[in-house]
């Protein structure tokens, strides 16, 4: 059967019937963090439209992918606790470059935020040469390719990490990148 919306406080004994989503959203409990999500500038592989997907590349920024973390630079917060990148070069170079205008914040490295983890048989072929293997962009979140992730695992990957933050940490700005 289907779970009812109906939880019971151990302690007192009482009742709460849950009524709506929202509902539920105002009765979990918050850390109080903030979370900032920044892109990596365009990297080698982003310019020869290829795919980079493990994380010892030597796949760094480009000139233009430099300009363009600066340019954001100017949009992040004002203050930063936690820069947490993937650990892939062109992540940890975008972090690092935010760290330098945020000397208080402490930089992490987490790579379970990293890219679609794919077999290396899609190493250094095209983006389009991927998406064929699928029938559907639907199904690019169901099927499982052979050596890696579907889109609906790595969803699952970046939630725990969100969880985990959220356990581990109260009231910071964290910034992801």
């Known amino acids: ?13 009482t009742y709460k019937v849950i009524g ?3 509902e539920l959203e105002a009765l979990t409990p918050k850390s109080g963090n903030s979370y900032f999500m920044m892109r990596h500038g365009e990297s080698e592989s982003n310019l020869a439209g290829i795919i980079s997907a493990h994380k010892n590349n030597q796949d760094s920024l480009t000139e ?13 917060p004002t203050h930063i ?6 650990g892939f070069m062109r992540a940890k170079e975008t972090a690092l470059a935010v760290g330098g ?13 990293g ?13 389009n040469e991927y998406n064929a293997a699928f029938s559907s962009f639907e199904d690019r979140y169901e099927r499982v390719l052979p050596g890696s992730e579907n889109r609906r695992d790595a969803q699952i990957r970046m939630g725990q990490v969100l969880y985990e933050l959220e356990a581990k940490y109260a009231g910071k700005t964290i910034l992801m990148v």
């Open 20 to 22: 709506s989503r929202a």
């Open 1 to 13: 059967g289907a779970p009812l919306p109906i939880w019971r406080n151990e302690k007192t004994n």
């Open 115 to 127: 890219e679609l983890g794919l077999a290396a048989d899609f190493e250094g072929k095209s983006w």
């Open 101 to 113: 205008v945020h000397p208080e914040a402490t930089v992490i490295e987490d790579e379970r935020i």
């Open 81 to 86: 606790d936690l820069i947490i990148h993937s």
């Open 64 to 76: 233009r992918g430099r300009a363009q973390v600066a340019e954001a630079l100017a949009k992040t």
